[in-house]
């Protein structure tokens, strides 16, 4: 059976096209063998459970691996101690252990919830007895702890996992435990009820901390990739694919293989790209990238689902994506907290940005599409649309020329301070009914901030840069045709366009061509 890039679930080996995991697994290993208890916490689809089953493998020669899902534990399994002491033995039965003389007949009994013997308290004795009894250390893992993290029973579980490590060596315990799911164990707090709060008493306060990185680097890629190119010679760059693949998932594991799955099943195969072989290029990538931008998935929905459940993070992101605001990374911030644990966010150089390129490229759109119905400003790039293609090419210039009519009708009795707020997504919103369906756009993340800001417009294989800026005086105006020069050297073109917003009252809308040496820079003021 051939094997394929794999998005659904965990990845299997034999089956899947995988990056190799043994550094990590290694890693881990270390931990374990030091008897640390901790959580890895990550975002949706981030390569949790597929590692956490590698390391099931890799643990075994060594210690006997208790490897749970809770999610198999339904909802009344949280109503009180009784119901989830039972529910947890009859998941330790069910996986068939080898378990030493008389733990399956004490786990049987607490599975009939008879009187108090199916109490945490009761589950917890048998635990250490197995733990006492055990041929090789145990080693508890638990997959999918969110399903359990907002219930008072399972907070009391940990504080019993907790006493357990404390008591450690006087009493046999488990050698490591790991909890795995997106919501960090610690701050648990916020997801009890405020009159429940003075129940929690830093149940998990002994977890060590888990740094290991997740994400997938460009040598993991390619690692995968070669794989893939061992069967199937298509004599693509490696490198440079695997490159491409990284600097617009930034590594995020499902978005790489997602990417990967997409031109091996979608764009080879399609009348653009016949074969495998011109697939696999970067023409090839830049349209896997369009589709992935564009398309409905469940990370997406979870994405979205928790910007409407907490409307301060929708604000942080707004002020990523829109205003180029520098938010210092503080790892204390429950709204940093929040939307570095849901994947939104990364730390870099101290400051908070967007995780990745595709990730931003939907939260963009996600934006932008709230206004499609009302805005005069999509409609007018809607109602213009052929006019800003010659001879199948996309006229930039014509497409700035009419931005600053239409912004001039519409805002031009607007102040300033709206102005400046609303500048670039005004524009996005102009520019999306044009390229869309065909086109895509991205922003340089190093060029974004609250006055200047990089576009990347995509169409048809053809790359235009556009810098997107507030105007503060002709010397700044100057460093900028500067740096959008440089900019122009590193995509090898010789035309650029810059989008200046002036709102003093002497500005002068209108279009003028800038020469600096061989460039030649198209600039639009509105």
């Known amino acids: 059976m051939a094997k394929r890039f794999n998005v659904n679930g965990a990845c299997d080996p034999n089956r899947h096209y995988m990056v190799n995991l043994n550094e990590r697994l290694q890693k881990i290993r270390n931990m374990v063998d030091d008897g640390e208890y901790f959580a890895i916490n990550r975002a949706r689809q981030y390569g949790k459970t597929t590692t956490l089953q590698a390391l099931t493998r890799f643990l075994r020669s060594e210690y006997e691996v208790i490897s749970l899902d809770f999610q198999r534990l339904g909802s009344a399994s949280y109503e009180n101690e009784?119901?989830?002491?039972?529910?947890?033995?009859?998941?330790?039965?069910?996986?068939g252990s080898d378990f030493p003389e008389g733990i399956r007949d004490k786990l049987h009994i607490i599975?009939?919830?008879?009187?108090?013997?199916?109490?945490?308290?009761?589950?917890?004795?048998?635990?250490?007895?197995?733990?006492?009894e055990?041929?090789?250390?145990?080693?508890?893992?638990?997959?999918?702890?969110?399903?359990?993290?907002n219930n008072q029973v399972f907070l009391d579980f940990l504080a019993q996992l907790r006493a357990s490590y404390l008591e450690r060596p006087e009493i046999a315990a488990f050698?490591?435990?790991?909890?795995a799911g997106v919501y960090d164990i610690r701050s648990i707090k916020r997801k009890i009820r405020p009159d429940e709060a003075h129940k929690v008493n830093s149940p998990w306060?002994?977890?060590?901390?888990?740094?290991?990185?997740?994400?997938?680097?460009?040598?993991?890629?390619?690692?995968?990739?070669?794989?893939?190119?061992?069967?199937?010679?298509?004599?693509?760059?490696?490198?440079?694919?695997?490159?491409?693949?990284?600097?617009?998932?930034?590594?995020?594991?499902?978005?790489?293989?997602?990417?990967?799955?997409?031109?091996?099943?979608?764009?080879?195969?399609?009348?653009?790209?016949?074969?495998?072989?011109?697939?696999?290029?970067?023409?090839?990538?830049?349209?896997?990238?369009?589709?992935?931008?564009?398309?409905?998935?469940?990370?997406?929905e979870s994405l979205?689902?928790?910007?409407?459940?907490?409307?301060?993070?929708?604000?942080?992101?707004?002020?990523?994506?829109?205003?180029?605001?520098?938010?210092p990374y503080v790892a204390t911030s429950p709204y940093i907290k929040d939307a570095a644990m849901f994947g939104f966010i990364r730390c870099e150089n101290d400051r908070a940005v967007i995780s990745n390129r595709i990730f931003e490229a939907v939260l963009y759109n996600n934006f932008i599409a709230e206004e499609f119905i009302t805005s005069k400003m999509y409609d007018a790039g809607e109602r213009e649309r052929n006019y800003f293609f010659?001879?199948?090419?996309?006229?930039?210039?014509?497409?700035?020329?009419?931005?600053?009519?239409?912004f001039e009708e519409l805002y031009s009795q607007e102040d300033e301070r709206f102005l400046e707020n609303v500048g670039r997504k005004y524009f996005l919103l102009f520019l999306k009914p044009i390229i869309n369906g065909v086109g895509n756009y991205?922003?340089?993340?190093?060029?974004?901030?609250?006055?200047?800001?990089?576009?990347?417009?995509?169409?048809?294989?053809?790359?235009?840069?556009?810098?997107?800026?507030?105007?503060?005086?002709?010397?700044?105006?100057?460093?900028?045709?500067?740096?959008?020069?440089?900019?122009?050297?590193?995509?090898?073109?010789?035309k650029g366009y810059m989008l200046s917003f002036c709102f003093n009252k002497n500005k002068k809308p209108g279009i003028q061509e800038i020469v600096l040496g061989d460039k030649l820079l198209i600039e639009a003021v509105v």
């Open 175 to 179: 050698q490591s435990v790991i909890l």
């Open 442 to 494: 991205s922003i340089e993340p190093q060029t974004r901030n609250s006055e200047r800001m990089d576009l990347v417009i995509y169409y048809k294989g053809e790359q235009n840069i556009l810098e997107l800026k507030l105007w503060r005086g002709n010397a700044y105006n100057q460093r900028g045709e500067a740096q959008l020069s440089g900019y122009l050297d590193y995509f090898h073109l010789k």
């Open 82 to 95: 009784a119901a989830f002491a039972s529910a947890f033995a009859n998941e330790l039965l069910r996986r």
């Open 304 to 327: 979205m689902g928790k910007l409407e459940t907490y409307p301060e993070l929708r604000t942080v992101i707004y002020e990523l994506l829109f205003n180029g605001k520098s938010i």
């Open 390 to 406: 010659v001879g199948g090419h996309l006229d930039i210039r014509r497409i700035l020329e009419k931005f600053i009519e239409t």
């Open 111 to 132: 599975t009939k919830r008879d009187g108090n013997a199916n109490s945490l308290q009761s589950l917890f004795a048998v635990l250490d007895l197995w733990c006492k």
């Open 134 to 149: 055990a041929v090789q250390p145990i080693v508890l893992i638990i997959d999918e702890v969110d399903s359990a993290s």
């Open 205 to 300: 306060n002994i977890a060590a901390d888990f740094d290991i990185d997740m994400s997938f680097s460009v040598k993991d890629i390619a690692n995968m990739i070669d794989q893939y190119e061992n069967d199937y010679h298509t004599g693509m760059d490696i490198q440079e694919v695997s490159q491409l693949i990284y600097n617009y998932t930034s590594g995020y594991p499902v978005l790489v293989s997602r990417i990967c799955k997409l031109l091996d099943e979608k764009i080879a195969g399609s009348d653009v790209f016949p074969d495998r072989k011109s697939a696999w290029t970067k023409e090839g990538f830049y349209e896997a990238e369009k589709r992935i931008v564009r398309e409905d998935n469940p990370l997406y």
